[in-house]
């Protein structure tokens, strides 16, 4: 069977225009996100757009020439200690996104509710940055800052994005209130979840592993009653020594109560580990992009 290509070729001048429309796209619905509903409720959910938010109300400062303000020497030191690796993406980023910020900032407010603001401002931030993450890109700003801090003091990645967006809402404490903290840090809650839904989306599988005496008869199984594709590993027991082989099978959530059904009529002593996987791309399951 001829493999599809794919619709457009990484790495082709289309794609790469492609990658620039999604960077566009993620910084608008960013934008229109924070101004509709997370600084008019003064919620900093961390990164530059939080500060903008706090210097708004301590010195009347509009966000965007903020973020513009902080941006620029982030990039220029990230671009001297770093070099050009953090991609020329990350420079239009840092340029674009306060752009869209100052673009809508004249936006309708629909809810004067911090919950409500916190839970939609996070899922449009998350949804705006999982698109621009799509096209391979970046908003600048602390998260150029963390990659210094990962760089140059050994801690890890993740924990240097959680440091700074950390002090960003102790901050807004500071200058709001501790409740508008706890939204600060119900957005960027909701914010990490919904990125992971627009990187990997709603297709959760399992993967199985099976070890069992009677592996042709599951193998069987699997193939022609389950109608699924299995991969035989070589394994030996921890305590026996003894060759084995270990069957693995991926299956969508609404097929795992059949293949456990099928196991255990074949073999009910069959050894089963069921695991989750967050995205499968392949025959059967999602095309490749």
Known sequence: MSRKEPRIRIGSPTHTVFEYILLLVGSLIMAASFNSFLNPNQIATGGVSGISTIVQQVAKITPAYTQWALNIPILLLALWLLGGKFGIKAIVGSIIFPFCVLVTSHLGVPTHNPLLAAVYGGM??????????????????????AQLLHK???????????????????????????????????????????????????????????ISDHTDAIRKAILYDLDRGLTELSGSGGFTGESRTVMMVVVKQNEVSRLKTLVQSVDPQAFVILSETNEVLGEGFKRHA
């Open 152 to 210: 140059y003091s050994g801690l890890s990645l993740g924990f240097s994005v959680a440091v700074f967006d950390g002090l960003v809402i102790i901050s807004s404490a500071l200058v709001f209130t501790p409740e508008n903290a706890l939204y600060g840090m119900i957005g960027l809650f909701v914010t990490t979840k919904t990125i992971d839904i627009v990187q990997l989306g709603f297709n959760y599988a399992k993967v199985a592993f099976i």
């Open 124 to 145: 449009g931030v998350g949804l705006g940055l999982g698109v621009v993450f799509k096209g391979r890109g970046s908003t600048g700003g602390l998260g150029l800052a």
